[in-house]
């Protein structure tokens, strides 16, 4: 069956500070992968979407950049924070050609930016 | 463009009642799939239900069930029998080629179950 992971769970960093979240994925093969933002109290936001290693599409303009390097690997990042980075963090994966296909989301990384 | 509207910010219900979630989206598509996520406290979200636009047959699954009405586009949850374990904020999503494939999510509604 197919597992996915994010690390960290919490993570409280000052403005101005680097970040890196991580999502990996299990139990399947060239997954689409994706990164929403969820700010407190509001619905979800996609931020990236890959489709295949080193393919990244980005949403929203922003702070915020997203890599690939593995098939299974998704790299949330910033060299920067705002205070406006603060917000719960999801990855999801999903398989086939479309993204209709249904999402499956990960355990989500708590991002406090003070 | 697509939207989804979930109007029902917060309900809350005694437990054993019967509830609805309202669901409300717009689409240009004629091919659009819908979906119900739930989100516990603990975060993360979790999948109930994908429903693609040609199949309007109700579904049940044990104490949940949709109702997808295409001429009034809503795409309906009810939990019967409610249990405090039901406690959690409830997404509908919505995705077709005309948002590019991407899910557009309503911005949910929060369930409380009491004793």
């Known amino acids: 069956s197919q597992t996915i992971h994010q690390w960290p769970a919490t993570l409280v960093q000052p403005v101005g500070s680097p970040l890196s979240l991580e999502c990996t994925v299990e139990g399947t093969s060239n997954p689409n992968l994706y990164w929403y933002r969820q700010a407190a109290g509001r619905g979800l936001q996609l931020l990236f979407y890959s489709v295949g290693i080193g393919q990244i599409s980005s949403e929203v303009p922003q702070n915020l950049s997203a890599s690939r390097p593995q098939d299974r690997q998704f790299i949330l990042s910033s060299k920067k924070l705002l205070l406006s980075d603060s917000g719960f963090y999801l990855c999801?994966?999903?398989?086939?050609?479309?993204?209709?296909?249904?999402?499956?989301f990960g355990p989500g990384t708590r991002l406090t930016v003070l | 463009a697509q939207k989804v509207t979930q109007a029902q910010t917060e309900i809350s219900v005694v437990e054993k009642e019967d509830v609805t979630l309202d669901c409300v989206y717009e689409t240009r598509d004629t091919t659009y799939y819908l979906f119900w996520y739930k989100q516990p406290p603990s975060g993360e979200l979790v999948f109930l239900i994908r429903?693609?636009?040609?199949?309007?047959q109700n579904e049940i699954s044990g104490r949940y069930s949709w109702n997808f009405q295409k001429s009034t586009s809503s795409f309906n949850f009810t939990i019967t029998a409610s249990q405090v374990v039901d406690s959690a904020v409830y997404f509908c999503a919505l995705s077709g080629t005309g948002g590019g494939n991407k899910l557009t999510f309503g911005t949910g509604t929060q369930l409380k179950v009491e004793l």
């Open positions: 999801a994966w999903s398989v086939g050609t479309k993204h209709t296909d249904t999402q499956y």
């Open positions: 429903r693609n636009s040609f199949d309007e």
